[in-house]
């Protein structure tokens, strides 16, 4: 059992391009949760056919394991859901806790 705070990630896979691409986001995310002291529980990958079905997976683990931070490579990836500044802002009420971009704008 770690005491390192749980985390989760989100990624919207279009606006990646390759599958490299995608496990280089992984491995940022991963690495960024380590250096900052965080146990990474999932990322949560958003595919467009699916659409949103990898974000509402996200709110379900959060708020059923109580999980109070969620990473993402930029706010960009909310896009696809709407605003990406209120889906955070949405977000980070729901979970009383902060979702934060793992890369520097």
Request: proline content about 7%.
């Amino acid at each position: 059992m770690t005491d390192k705070p749980a985390a989760v990630a989100y990624a919207n896979a279009s606006l990646l391009m390759t599958h490299s691409e995608l496990e280089r986001v992984r491995m940022d995310v991963s690495r960024f949760a380590s250096e900052w002291g965080y146990a990474l529980a999932c990322v949560h990958v958003e595919e467009p056919a699916t659409s949103p079905d990898a974000f509402n997976g996200l709110v379900q683990q959060v708020t059923a394991l109580d999980i109070t931070t969620v990473l993402v490579p930029s706010l960009h990836h909310f896009a696809g859901i709407g605003s990406p500044v209120e889906v955070k802002n949405r977000l980070e009420h729901l979970i009383g806790g902060r979702v934060i971009p793992t890369t520097s704008p």
